[in-house]
């Protein structure tokens, strides 16, 4: 999905949502989707007042959930006590597992279409419905292993 496909995407989701297409929601919004990596509510923040110093940091707490809730966005949680997030590019609805390196916190993340078909298949044994499934794997860099230290630190 190229970035202004994915703009029209929220644009028509803030108008379904009765919300209105603000410079500081678009700029939140291409600043977001231009980052490579996961990040933070505060680099979000970084970048997006590169576009438009107007954004402030209340902005971007709102614009979140917004954007989450569009599904152009992806929270992913590690339990660090800071959230993650990274841009829905190529629009899949399929589940992703991540896995994250324990030194430096980096994380990868991997296709895991099987985790909806484990959670049906273990909730229907108990007579329930899933709501929601989520797989984390913690896990060491190689050369982390071998010297003790993660090279991606710091
Ligand atoms: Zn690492």
């Given at each position: 999905m190229s970035i202004t496909a994915a703009r029209e995407k929220f644009g028509v989701f803030l108008v379904r949502k009765g919300l209105r297409a603000t410079s500081q929601r678009l700029a939140i919004f291409d600043a977001a989707f231009t980052l490579e990596e996961h990040f933070t509510a505060d680099q979000l923040l970084d970048r997006a007042r590169k576009l438009d110093d107007s954004v402030s940091r209340a902005t971007i707490y709102r614009t979140l959930p917004i954007m989450t809730a569009s599904a152009l966005l992806r929270e992913v949680d590690i339990g660090s006590g800071e959230k993650f997030y990274r841009p829905n590019r190529d629009g899949a609805t399929t589940q992703v597992a991540q896995v994250v390196c324990v030194d430096c916190e980096k994380i990868f993340?991997?296709?895991?279409?099987f985790m909806e078909w484990y959670s049906s298949t273990v909730s229907s044994k108990l007579g329930?419905?899933?709501?929601?499934?989520?797989?984390?794997?913690?896990a060491n860099c190689d050369v982390f292993r071998q010297s003790g230290a993660c090279p991606r630190r710091g």
């Open positions: 993340e991997i296709s895991a279409p329930l419905t899933p709501a929601s499934q989520r797989l984390q794997v913690s």
